[in-house]
C-alpha cells in the first residue's frame, strides 16, 4: 500500500462544475502539500497546510490530521483548471523534509 | 531570476553516455532535493543536500548515479553509462533552513526532460 493514495485518479467534469480530489496517508506529517502540474511537466505549489483550511480564489484545501486525510476543492471549474493534481507528504519518519507523493489525479474540465 | 531554474530542459542522448543535470536554487535557500517521475509514474525521491551536511542520498536507484552541491548552491545530478529506464523528468527543489522536526515549503523547478535513446 503506498503511503500516499488519491481519488479519483482521472476525474472528467463539465465547466461550471464543483470539484473534489481526496488524499489520503498513512504517515505521520507536519504539513500538506498540493502541487498542480501542467502539460510540459512544470510543478506550481497550491497550498502547503498543517492543519484545517486555506484558500485561494476558486481552490479550497483542508487537513484533518487525526483523520490523515485532505481534500482539494475546485469550485466554479474552468477549462484552464485541467491538470494533474499531485499530493505530497513529508513523513516525520524520514526527517519530516523530503517528500512522498500521491500519482496524481488527471482532471479535465471540458467547456 | 527568482525561482528555482534548470538546465538544460530538454536533453536526448544515447544509451550508454553520461550526462549532467544541473540546477540554481532560489537564492539563500540551504535546502536542495532531486525528484524523478518515470512516464506513466509518480514522482519519486531522489537525494537531499541541506547546508554542508552529509546528503540523503537514499533515493538514488544504481550507483550510476550522483549528485554534487558547489559552494552550497549550484547542484549537478550525473548519470553514468545511461539506460532507456533512466528516461523521465528530473525535478529539482529548494527550500529555507528547514525547521527542527517540521517542513518547510519547498518550490520546483521546471525539469528537465530526459530521453535516453
Known amino acids: 500500500k503506498n503511503e500516499v493514495e488519491q481519488s479519483p485518479q482521472n476525474l472528467t467534469a463539465q465547466e461550471g462544475e464543483f470539484i473534489t480530489i481526496n488524499c489520503s496517508y498513512s504517515?505521520?506529517?507536519?504539513?500538506l502539500h498540493w502541487l498542480q502540474q501542467h502539460p510540459g511537466g512544470g510543478i506550481v505549489s497550491l497550498f502547503m497546510?498543517?492543519?484545517g483550511k486555506k484558500k485561494h480564489g476558486r481552490l479550497i484545501a483542508t487537513i484533518n490530521i487525526q483523520e490523515k486525510h485532505s481534500s482539494l476543492h475546485i469550485t466554479a471549474s474552468h477549462p484552464r483548471d485541467s491538470a494533474v493534481y499531485i499530493c505530497?507528504?513529508?513523513?516525520?519518519?524520514?526527517?519530516?523534509?523530503?517528500?512522498?507523493f500521491g500519482q496524481g489525479t488527471r482532471l479535465t474540465i471540458n467547456p | 531570476g527568482a525561482g528555482v531554474s534548470q538546465s538544460p530542459s530538454n536533453k536526448v542522448t544515447e544509451k550508454g553516455k553520461d550526462v549532467e543535470l544541473r540546477c540554481d536554487p532560489i537564492?539563500?535557500?540551504?535546502?536542495l532535493y532531486w525528484y524523478r517521475q518515470s512516464l506513466g509514474q509518480g514522482l519519486e525521491f531522489l537525494i537531499y543536500?541541506?547546508?554542508?551536511?552529509?546528503?540523503?542520498k537514499s533515493g538514488l536507484p544504481s550507483d550510476r548515479f550522483s549528485a554534487e552541491r558547489t559552494g552550497g548552491s549550484v547542484s549537478t545530478l550525473t548519470i553514468q553509462r545511461t539506460q532507456q529506464e533512466d528516461s523521465a523528468v528530473y525535478l529539482c527543489?529548494?527550500?529555507?533552513?528547514?525547521?527542527?522536526?517540521?517542513?518547510?515549503?519547498?518550490?520546483f523547478g521546471p525539469g528537465t526532460r530526459l530521453t535516453v535513446l
Open positions: 527543489a529548494s527550500s529555507l533552513v528547514p525547521l527542527a522536526g517540521g517542513y518547510n515549503e519547498q518550490f
Open positions: 504517515v505521520g506529517i507536519s504539513a
Open positions: 497546510l498543517s492543519s
Open positions: 505530497a507528504v513529508p513523513p516525520i519518519i524520514q526527517g519530516a523534509q523530503k517528500l512522498v
Open positions: 537564492s539563500g535557500h540551504t535546502a
Open positions: 543536500f541541506q547546508g554542508n551536511s552529509a546528503p540523503d
